[in-house]
Structure formats: C-alpha cells, structure tokens
C-alpha cells in the first residue's frame, strides 16, 4: 500500500452529496494512502457548465485511479433535452471510461431478513455476486431500428457479442469467483440463441485457466426461476447485457433494501466506478435521513476491486454488519423498535466500528 491512489469523488445530485460524504468520512479513518479530488457529474454540472460531464470533470476522471459516485437527476432537470439531461452524464462516463464490466452484490444481511420479500430461510445469509456485461449485447449491436417493411412497421435489433467481448468479462468474473467461494455460474440462451452458445463456448475455453473455480451454465428462463427458488445456490453470476439488466434487479430486490446495494463498474485496467445502485432520492434529499451504506460498501468495492486492498475493503464490511447488529437504522430499513439514525450518525457509526 505505498503509492497514494487518486480517487475522483462525483457527488452529483439529490441525497449523492451527503452520501458520498460519509463514505469518504469512512475511508479517511482508515488512514489509507488516498487523495481525493471532488468534480461536477449529473444536474449539478448542468447548473454551473451547461453539461453534464463537463471537461473537467472527464479530465479528472481519467487521470484518477478510481472514481466514487453518489446520484444524479432530479425534477429539477427533467424538462430538459435529452443531451443535457443529467443521467447522461453518467451514461457518457461509463462509456469514457470503457467500463464494460458491472459487478452488483446482492447480499442480505441476517439483521435485514424481514426487509425481503422472500422468506427468511430461502435468503437468509445470501451473499451472490451478478457480474452483467454492460456496453455491448443488443443494447448496442447494429443495425437496429423501426423501419416499413411489406406495408408495416417493424422493429428490430442485433445481439452480438465477439470473442474478446465475452472473454474479457469471462476474465473479470473468474477473478471474482476466485476471490470468494469459487463457483461461477454462466447465464446465456444457448438453445435458441448463437450470440450466447459463443458465450457459453469462450466461458468453457478459459475455465481451464482457473482451474480452482467451477464453472457451471444456466439457461436464462431457469436461471430467473432459481433465483427465487433457491438464490443461495449461486455464488457469482456472469452474463449478458441484457439478461444481466434483469437478473441483477431481480437478484438486488431479493435483499429488499435499495438503500443498501452498491455497484463497480470496472474496465480492463482495473479502473473502476463505484456507485450505490440507488437514484438521487429527491423525496428525502437536503434532510440528512438518506442511508449512507450502499455508497459506503460500494468504497469497500473500490478499495478490493481497483486497488487490490482486501483487508481494509473486508473492514469496511464487517464494520457495517457491526452497526447493523447493534440495530441502528436509518428510516429506510428500520423496523419497529431499532433505533433509527440519520445520515451522518449512520457515517460516524461505521467509523467507531471499524
Ligand atoms: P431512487 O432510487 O432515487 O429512489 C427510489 C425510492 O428509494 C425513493 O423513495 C427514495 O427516497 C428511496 N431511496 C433511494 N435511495 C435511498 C437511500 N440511500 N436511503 C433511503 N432511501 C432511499 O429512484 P427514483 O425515485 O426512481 O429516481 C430519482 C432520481 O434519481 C431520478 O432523477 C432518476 O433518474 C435518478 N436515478 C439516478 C440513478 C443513478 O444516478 N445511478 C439511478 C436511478 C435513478
Ligand atoms: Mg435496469
């Protein structure tokens, strides 16, 4: 842990400075070799700049080791052109930084079982990682549109995956896998569909290189059933774009609390951008109640992830569950008789933990 890693701090909008706040407050307490710089993302670089990921702010990015994200959008913003709309600003970071790999945990802690809409016993202690795909698939594949074809309209779009596509994420969720219970489990549509049996195939042709972790496949249609059947049967998940956009909902709301989710989204340097999974709350911003964890466990993210310090990253973790067990709670996931806490309280928490 000697060289200092510049980590690039993006508020932006609603409740994101006050958690990004108290995420920083944890990670200065830890006395890590880190350098913060904060930039406009999101409505707020809208207000000053006109944009929303001006220069400076894609200047910064790229020259830091990691960035750390809170929210953006608002009302406030919503009647503006598409261009300038806030969550455009995050769509053209994640593209500037080629961030091509989404890592989303879904983790229940046993204190939080009745936030979930499942029962206790089927999620109790679940801990699974979705690692989706995130710039290629048929989101983006070309040729697409609507067009008149035979006197009618018709919709069409191009999923297509190449080999190095497939084998970079397959690389990120391997590495993953090796870092917990080494069991990797591939999601693609391969009977009917050949973008995912070349998936399915590149997934079996680096298998050998980790040879410590087990690779198994699932079928998509069955892979949504046994995520409520059964979600402890999984430890890391690695899949499309598109399916990946929605067994990670699936797989977050087992957990019930989206004030507790956090998100990388790393590229093949190792560069990553951290995030809660949450919006910008603006029902609850400016009055200090927003849960502060999501971003507070994505920094643990951060630091396992783009800088390799599992220790400190564990910490962070263990302090949450911590604070957790000694039942404070902000509004979000308190239930009747916890102590309830607001933002900064929940911060300085996790500090005396830790
Ligand atoms: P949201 O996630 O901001 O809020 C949904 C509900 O969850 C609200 O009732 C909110 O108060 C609550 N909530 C969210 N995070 C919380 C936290 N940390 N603690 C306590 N309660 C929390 O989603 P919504 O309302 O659909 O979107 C609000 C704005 O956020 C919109 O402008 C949307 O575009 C933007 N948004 C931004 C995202 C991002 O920056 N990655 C992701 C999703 C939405
Ligand atoms: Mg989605």
């Not at 609603?14 to 409505?43: N, R």
């Not at 079982?113 to 801990?127: C, H, I, Q, R």
């Not at 560069?271 to 009055?287: M, R, V």
């Amino acid at each position: 842990m000697s060289v200092t890693k510049k980590v690039c701090l993006l508020p932006g909008d609603g409740i994101g400075p006050e958690i990004v706040a108290e995420a920083v407050k944890v990670l200065k307490a830890l006395q890590l070799p880190l350098e913060f710089e904060t930039a406009l993302l999101g409505g707020a670089a809208v207000d000053a700049t006109g944009e929303p990921y001006p220069e400076a702010t894609q200047t910064l990015a790229r020259e830091a080791d990691a960035v750390l994200l809170g929210a953006v959008g608002g009302p406030k913003w919503d009647t503006l052109p598409r261009p300038q709309r806030p969550e455009r600003g995050l769509l053209a970071i994640r593209k500037d930084l080629n961030l091509f790999a989404n890592l989303r945990p879904a983790i229940l802690y046993d204190e939080l079982a009745a936030a979930s809409t499942l029962k206790p016993e089927v999620v109790a202690g679940l801990d699974i990682l979705i690692v989706r795909e995130l710039t290629g698939d048929i989101y983006f594949g070309e040729p697409r549109g609507i067009e008149m074809r035979n006197g009618e309209r018709v919709g069409f779009n191009t999923m297509i995956y190449s080999e190095a596509e497939i084998r970079r994420i397959g690389r990120i969720a391997f590495e993953a896998a090796r870092k917990r219970r080494k069991h990797l489990c591939s999601v693609d549509k391969m009977n009917v569909l050949e973008t995912t049996q070349l998936w399915r195939d590149v997934m079996n042709e680096l298998a050998p290189e980790y040879p410590d972790v087990t690779l198994t496949h699932m079928l998509v249609d069955n892979a949504a059933m046994q995520l409520v059947r059964a979600p402890k049967q999984f430890d890391v998940i690695v899949t499309g774009n598109m399916f990946g956009d929605i067994l990670s909902d699936e797989a977050a709301m087992l957990t019930g609390s989206i004030g507790m989710l956090p998100s990388a989204s790393l590229n093949e340097t190792g560069k990553g951008l951290y995030e809660p999974c949450h919006g910008s709350a603006p029902d609850i911003a400016g009055q200090g109640v927003a849960n502060p964890l999501a971003t507070i466990l994505s920094a643990a993210m951060m630091l396992r992830y783009s800088f390799g310090w599992e220790d400190p990253a564990r910490a962070i973790e263990r302090a949450v569950q911590k604070v957790l067990a000694q039942g404070l709670r902000t509004r979000d996931i308190a239930a009747p008789g916890d102590t309830v806490v607001g933002t900064a309280a929940m911060g300085d928490a996790v500090v005396a933990a830790l």
